[in-house]
């Protein structure tokens, strides 16, 4: 476990970020308890992230169907007891979630301090490219930002990082953090580390990105979860293995970036881009 303080800022939150490996041979009730007993421990936290499916496993795609569960299942269960334990938000990554209609989607989900649900959001653009995931889950079809401990809070789930209309419009709706879980391979670990700046500086928000490590089917997950600031600057970042990021994080940061260099309100809206003359 690493702590690194950034700010003694009064208005400083303590984010916690869990980069978890979800080995082959650990079962999801194995893992589920094995987090719990890791996220316990932390103290002093406004906001625990975690990774995206690490419960399921991202490629355990043989899996999914017998894995997914509810909004009321194991893994958010165990979320909230762990958020009502340390007072603190818990933003879960993501679950194979089975819809009330019986269909599966990557979703993930904002749990406060008192332990309830407070945002959820099912990945819009789900992964096709040596994935299986585009094949058996439905992508999601909205956009969610929430009040919570790190200002407006939005959700987007590892590939939406390559996608900037989707940020655009977070940013236009008010967020001023975004939170990223992640199963993103090592072979493209350089394309996680520029996605995540990039976006940070377009939209002068902070980035909060947990990504997945250790192996899983073969593939080596790529680790190195990070913060950014709304400048792009990365205030830290994980190894490659299994650990547990302090970092503090002052959420009024956004507001005096955007005041100093008003990319924001100089910004034009997608539709008026689209307008322009040829």
């Known amino acids: 476990m690493q702590s690194h303080p950034d700010s003694a800022h009064s208005g400083s939150r303590r984010v916690a ?87 599966l989607h990557n979703t993930a989900v904002l749990v406060d301090a008192n332990g309830r649900v407070v945002q959820t959001y099912r990945k819009i653009h789900v992964f096709g490219y040596q994935s299986q995931e585009s094949q058996l889950l439905t992508p999601g079809h909205s956009l969610s930002v929430t009040a919570a401990a790190l200002g407006a809070t939005a959700s987007t789930t590892c590939y939406d990082l390559r996608f900037p209309g989707l940020w655009q419009e977070l940013s236009a709706r008010g967020a001023e953090t975004a939170i990223v879980p992640a199963a993103w391979p090592a072979a493209r670990r350089e394309h996680w580390r520029l996605l995540t700046q990039a976006r940070a500086v377009e939209h002068q928000l902070w980035v909060i990105a947990t990504n997945a490590c250790g192996s899983q089917a073969g593939v080596e997950l790529g680790g190195f979860s990070r913060v950014v600031d709304p400048s792009g600057r990365v205030v830290a970042e994980c190894g490659d293995g299994e650990e547990v990021l302090i970092v503090d994080v002052d959420p009024a940061q956004v507001g005096t970036v955007r005041a100093e260099f008003p990319v924001i309100d100089d910004r034009l809206g997608i539709d008026d881009y689209r307008a322009l003359s040829d």
């Open 17 to 103: 970020i869990a980069q978890i490996a979800s080995p082959d041979d650990e079962t999801p009730q194995e893992r589920v308890e094995r987090v719990e007993e890791l996220l316990r421990r932390l103290e002093h936290v406004d906001l625990v992230t975690l990774p995206e499916l690490w419960s399921a496993g991202y490629f355990a795609f043989d899996r999914y169907a017998e894995r997914a569960e509810s909004l009321d299942g194991p893994t958010v269960r165990m979320v909230q007891r762990v958020a009502r334990h340390l007072s603190s938000e818990v933003h879960l990554g993501s679950i194979v979630e089975r819809g009330a209609d019986g269909q």
